[in-house]
């Protein structure tokens, strides 16, 4: 239908802006933060401030999604995220900076928790099937472009202009964002009967309902969210951690070097989105398990290189491949699995299933982050032996998935 491809549209493009703003918003904050605190901890500590609201709310979120109206609902967040983020520009400069930005990130988190799984359970209602593939696919390069463009863009404005215009775009971006959004055309979506309890027991009722749902008449769900969070738990290791602690302290490289990695990832994940639009005839759901090999045996290279004499600049170069295809292999495997999750769930649980998936990445990544980083600080010289026991856990756990990809072919087989 013409429409949905209409509203597609409009929901990308905002998504597009949307995810631009905060990008550049990010870069900002953190480099504000940096210049005048000069801690990595107060640094770490501002962005788990951030984080917490995110990760405890988004099931309240997901109740949300399921039960509202997803086009009133991103509307008006993105309207707020927009005005608290213009209210900031105002107050930024008058003293007590820190306190004003704590505050503004915390509610920006606030706004996304329930903005996220929204967003995410919107696809469903339009796209099915292999076109739900190729959706999330585009939504992935949209946002790896964004990821690109807003720190470039960011560290322009912030270093020539300072830290309100800044603000200043990124409260516009949501703005415009939320303008796009009036004009969505998204089907209702059938909404279970509310608790005549109060609103408190319908929360208690739905996340109940979802986690049953879950665990008990869907497993295979949760062995895909606990698949996906496994994953997330050593690739954003590995990338956030591990990859700058080795160009910058184990090889001694510059921070242009590591620049240059970062722009590598972006690319990746560009092009591991678009490879996987092109699978998606190819890539049928009993061989999800193959980029989890992929992702794995790529660790392997990494750490002989640590044990080859080749030099800072070889193994550099070894860094540089094995994280493209490292990170082609992560966008192509969390595509699918995202696609699955939202196929395999009831619309009017969409919400909530969505809410539990960033609840379960978000602990995963900083969980994965803190161990490698421990791994690191303990064992310097030793980076084949992470690489390797990292490349084998991975291995394992694409074995597993095997199995698990296989029972779920069969599922969609019998059920179509």
Request: proline share 5%; with cysteine.
């Amino acid at each position: 239908m013409r429409w949905k491809t209409k509203t597609f549209s409009l929901l990308l493009t905002g998504q597009g802006i949307s995810l631009l703003g905060n990008s550049m918003l990010d870069l900002a904050l953190s480099m504000y933060v940096l210049e005048v605190t000069g801690s990595a901890a107060l640094f770490a500590a501002f962005l788990a401030a951030a984080m917490v609201p995110t990760i405890l709310l988004a099931p309240l979120g997901g109740v949300l999604a399921d039960r509202g109206n997803p086009k009133a609902m991103m509307v008006g967040l993105d309207l707020a995220s927009g005005t608290l983020t213009l209210l900031a520009t105002l107050l930024v400069g008058h003293g007590h900076d820190l306190p004003v930005l704590c505050a503004t990130l915390i509610l920006l988190s606030i706004l996304g928790a329930f903005e996220t799984p929204v967003a995410q359970a919107c696809l469903p209602l339009l796209l099915q099937g292999e076109s739900l593939v190729r959706g999330n696919a585009a939504v992935n390069q949209v946002s790896a472009v964004s990821s690109l463009a807003g720190p470039f863009l960011g560290s322009l404005a912030y270093s020539s202009l300072g830290l309100q215009p800044v603000l200043a775009v990124s409260g516009v971006c949501f703005l415009l964002t939320a303008l796009l959004e009036c004009f969505l055309q998204l089907p209702a979506s059938p909404h279970p009967p509310a608790s005549n309890t109060g609103i408190w027991a319908t929360i208690k009722v739905d996340l109940q309902g979802c986690i049953h749902l879950i665990c008990r008449e869907q497993p295979m769900l949760l062995r895909l969210l606990l698949l996906s969070s496994v994953l997330a738990f050593f690739v954003q290791g590995i990338a956030l951690v591990g990859l700058p602690f080795l160009v910058r302290t184990v090889l001694g490289l510059s921070a242009t070097h590591y620049g240059i990695l970062e722009s590598i990832l972006a690319f990746a994940s560009i092009v591991g989105s678009i490879l996987a639009g092109l699978l998606t005839n190819r890539l049928s759901t009993e061989r999800l398990f193959l980029p989890l090999l992929l992702l794995g045996a790529v660790l392997f290279p990494v750490g002989f290189a640590f044990l080859l004499p080749l030099g800072a600049s070889g193994r550099y170069g070894v860094l540089l491949a094995a994280s493209a295809i490292l990170q082609i292999a992560a966008t192509v495997f969390s595509v699918f699995a995202l696609s699955l999750l939202q196929g395999m769930t009831p619309t009017a649980m969409l919400g909530k299933v969505m809410a539990f998936t960033v609840s379960f990445s978000l602990c995963a990544q900083p969980l994965g982050q803190i161990l490698y980083g421990a791994l690191f600080d303990t064992f310097p010289f030793q980076t084949a032996g992470i690489f390797f026991g990292s490349g084998l856990c991975i291995l394992l756990l694409g074995g597993y998935s095997k199995g698990v990809f296989l029972q779920l072919s069969k599922a969609r087989n019998k059920n179509p």
